[in-house]
C-alpha cells in the first residue's frame, strides 16, 4: 500500500522544499513529512504535481522509460491553425532531435483559476487553447515544439499524468490517494511427476 498526493502547483513555485534564494516551494503549500514529487513542473508553470513517500512508485511515475503520458492545457499567443497542430500531432523537430507523435486539439478556455499575472491582454490581444498530451520529458519540451511551430506558449497547465487528473483542484490544494497494490495470484496445482525448470 502506497500514498500518492496529487497536488495542484501554482504558478512561479519550485517544485522541490527547499530555495536559497527565498523563492516560493512546495513547503509553502503542502506539509507532509518525507515526501518528494515524482518527477517536476517548471517554476513557470502550473497544474498537476504528483508526490509520494514511496521511492519504487516515484521511479514508477517519473522514470522515462514507464513512458506516462503528460496532457497539458496551453494557452498561446495567436489563433492556432490546422497546419500547426499537424505538425505537432506528427511529431516536429526540436535542437536535441524529433519529439515522438503527439496529441493535440483546440479547446475552449479550461476552467481554472485565474492566474496571479494575468496575461496582458494589450500585449496579447489573440490568444488559443491547445490541449497537448506527450510521452516525452524533456526539458520545456511543450513550449518549445509550440514556439517551433510559430504560436509561443503564454500559460502552462499540466492537467493530467498518466490516469492522474489534475481535476477541480485549485492552486495550492492538494488531495490524498492511496494505492493498494494487486494481490500475486497463486500458480494453479499441477498433477504428476512434479517438472524440473532449466535455464535457458
Not at 64 to 92: F, M
Request: no cysteine; proline share 8%; charged share 25%.
Amino acid at each position: 500500500m502506497s500514498t500518492l498526493y496529487l497536488l495542484h502547483k501554482p504558478y512561479r513555485m519550485l517544485s522541490q522544499f527547499t530555495d536559497k534564494q527565498g523563492r516560493a516551494t512546495l513547503a509553502d503549500v503542502i506539509d507532509v513529512p518525507g515526501v518528494y514529487a515524482a518527477g517536476r513542473l517548471d517554476y513557470d508553470s502550473e497544474g498537476l504535481l504528483l508526490l509520494s513517500d514511496d521511492g519504487s512508485l516515484i521511479h514508477r511515475i517519473a522514470h522515462p522509460r514507464h513512458k506516462q503520458p503528460k496532457t497539458y492545457w496551453v494557452q498561446l499567443e495567436g489563433q492556432i491553425n490546422d497546419e500547426a497542430i499537424s505538425a505537432l500531432k506528427n511529431g516536429v523537430t526540436l535542437k536535441d532531435g524529433p519529439t515522438q507523435p503527439a496529441k493535440a486539439r483546440r479547446i475552449e478556455p479550461p476552467a481554472i483559476a485565474q492566474r496571479d499575472s494575468r496575461i496582458d491582454p494589450k500585449l496579447h490581444p489573440t490568444t488559443s487553447w491547445l490541449e497537448l498530451t506527450i510521452s516525452e520529458g524533456r526539458n520545456r519540451q511543450v513550449r518549445r515544439m509550440t514556439a517551433h511551430v510559430g504560436f509561443p506558449t503564454l500559460r502552462l497547465i499540466r492537467a493530467a499524468i498518466g490516469t492522474w487528473q489534475l481535476g477541480d483542484l485549485a492552486p495550492g490544494e492538494w488531495r490524498k490517494q492511496t494505492l493498494h497494490a494487486p494481490r500475486p495470484t497463486k500458480a494453479p496445482k499441477r498433477s504428476g511427476a512434479p517438472r524440473h525448470r532449466h535455464s535457458k
